[in-house]
């Protein structure tokens, strides 16, 4: 069974710092790419960042890039959202999935079969 926890999420002031964690289970971890996602309230789930399996290639949502970091560790199963200059619009429920297998990475939600648990940022402006 495919397990993701997430943990990291909090308070912090605009201007802030986080890194989210999201550690895995349940299947070889480095054979997929990875990804972050977030929910505000009463919008969409929208993509954040996604990293390869082997962590050589990234790809960010332009409204984060420069300020938010996706990295992963193959050997602690665990992949990060290292997330700098935080804004109020960044403030949301942040989950962390697992693609599917044969992706290099990927934006899309539909491509992505394991989901955890979500975990709340809250930026105070």
């Known amino acids: 069974q495919v397990q993701l926890v997430e943990s990291g999420g909090g308070l912090v002031q605009a201007g802030g710092s986080l890194r989210l964690s999201c550690a895995a289970s349940?299947?070889?971890?480095?054979?997929?790419?990875m990804g972050w996602f977030r929910q505000a309230p009463g919008k969409e789930r929208e993509f954040v960042a996604t990293i390869s399996w082997s962590g050589s290639s990234t790809y960010y949502q332009d409204s984060v890039k420069g300020r938010f970091t996706i990295s992963r560790d193959n050997a602690k199963n665990t992949v990060y959202l290292r997330m700098n200059s935080l804004k109020p619009e960044d403030m949301a429920v942040y989950y962390c999935a697992s693609a599917q297998g044969g992706l290099l990475y990927s934006e899309y939600e539909n491509e992505y079969d394991y989901w955890g648990q979500g975990t709340q940022v809250t930026v105070s402006s």
């Open positions: 349940g299947r070889t971890f480095s054979n997929y790419a």
